[in-house]
């Protein structure tokens, strides 16, 4: 998809209240989805679960649903529009300069920059009512109520500001440890992710949201912390594992790699993959076999080559079409995409075909980043550079 919204949207930002003990990490993102843009013959039409057109209208150009809410570009007048899953208007966002500024909606909130060079951002509703402008520039979506916005661009100091655009943290040379960074990643609890070094021999560790050091500057790879207040990390000696909140370790580092996976960790030894529970619990034993692109996603079922699997190992065959080729994780518990151009139901039946993609353009490598950390598919691009 060619929208160029303006945001990187790494992140889902910062739950304001505690997420210590066991809390779920539970997701709806990948199962609120109804309707999937799909390109034929050079436009966009919205598809439902089942195949089938959700209604007559296409366009130039059409972004995935989030909040009930898509962003397109309309065929013949080409303006820019969000329309609800009848395919009706409900913001008219000709305003605003969307291919230098427009996000998706998440958590009720998109930002919109005006069409003059140095307009500011500013909150819109879900009825395009701005509610304030923005304090620097945003960087990612609201989630649990805040969003993270740069004070100014090229700027180290961030902050984060609630749905009233009030700051409610400040990150910055003065507010973290000696030699500390921010790291802007998807942050869901009340852990931000630092970096002391730079990219050849950085470390990481996590602040608190008064900015002091939790967990020291340990690990080779960045903590995302989920709601539940745990992060995978990379030990010295390349191994992986996950810690809480406070850095005490909950799945030993004795592994490989470990992926978060929805509620789940999908964990690599050697040549077999299998999947633990939060608490390290074994849910799929490790076996040969299992596809890097193959993730459960809060579904109950993730499909590999020519089988899925069921959250307690057991294998179910599947269609030749889904056999064949890389596909996404399963969406709505329903359907799946494959390579791109398939959209199959679970017995690999073809529904419909044309382009798909599956948006969520990001830093990292793999497509089903958004997938499997419960962030929304709506496309953002980032447009300067973070340090």
């Not at 990187?8 to 505690?18: E, N, R, T």
């Not at 989805?33 to 195949?51: A, E, R, T």
């Not at 009720?108 to 951002?121: D, N, S, V």
């Not at 560790?205 to 500057?217: I, R, T």
């Amino acid at each position: 998809m060619k929208l160029r919204n303006v945001l990187f949207i790494l992140a889902a930002a910062l739950g304001m209240a505690s997420c210590g003990g066991g809390s779920a990490d539970r997701s709806t993102a990948l199962q609120d989805i109804k309707l999937i843009p799909v390109l034929k013959n050079h436009y966009f039409s919205y598809v439902d679960l089942k195949g089938g057109t959700a209604f007559e209208e296409t366009f130039q150009e059409a972004d995935w649903f989030s909040d009930g809410l898509a962003l397109v570009k309309k065929r013949g007048s080409g303006k820019w529009a969000f329309i609800n899953e009848r395919g009706e208007t409900v913001i008219d966002a000709a305003k605003y300069d969307v291919d230098g500024g427009v996000s998706g909606f998440w958590e009720g909130i998109a930002w919109a920059k005006g069409r003059a060079l140095r307009a500011p951002y500013v909150a819109i509703d879900t009825e395009g009512k701005e509610l304030f402008e923005a304090p620097g520039l945003p960087q990612t979506f609201f989630c649990n109520g805040t969003a993270w916005i740069q004070k100014e661009r090229y700027s180290r100091e961030y902050r984060l500001v609630d749905k009233t655009g009030k700051v409610v943290a400040e990150f910055g040379t003065e507010t973290l440890p000696e030699e500390g960074r921010v790291k802007i990643l998807p942050v869901f609890c009340d852990r931000i992710c630092v970096q002391k070094g730079d990219a050849w021999n950085a470390r990481y560790g996590a602040v608190d949201m008064a900015g002091n050091l939790k967990v020291g500057y340990l690990y080779k790879k960045e903590l995302l912390f989920d709601r539940g207040g745990q992060a995978v990390a990379e030990n010295e000696e390349g191994k992986y594992g996950v810690i809480d909140r406070d850095g005490n370790v909950v799945v030993p580092f004795e592994y490989e790699k470990i992926e978060k996976d929805g509620d789940l960790y999908k964990v690599h030894a050697g040549k077999e993959k299998g999947w633990c529970g939060r608490n390290g619990k074994v849910a799929v034993a490790l076996r040969e076999g299992i596809r890097s692109e193959t993730y459960f996603a809060w579904n109950d079922q993730a499909c590999n080559s020519g089988y899925f699997i069921d959250r307690k190992g057991n294998q179910t065959a599947v269609g030749e079409s889904v056999a064949r080729y890389p596909v996404s994780p399963v969406i709505g518990n329903e359907v799946m995409v494959v390579a791109n151009q398939l959209l199959v139901d679970k017995k690999g039946n073809v529904l419909t075909k044309g382009e798909i993609y599956l948006g969520g353009e990001s830093m990292y490598s793999d497509q089903a980043y958004a997938f499997h950390t419960g962030l929304p598919y709506v496309k953002g691009l980032q447009i300067w550079s973070q340090w």
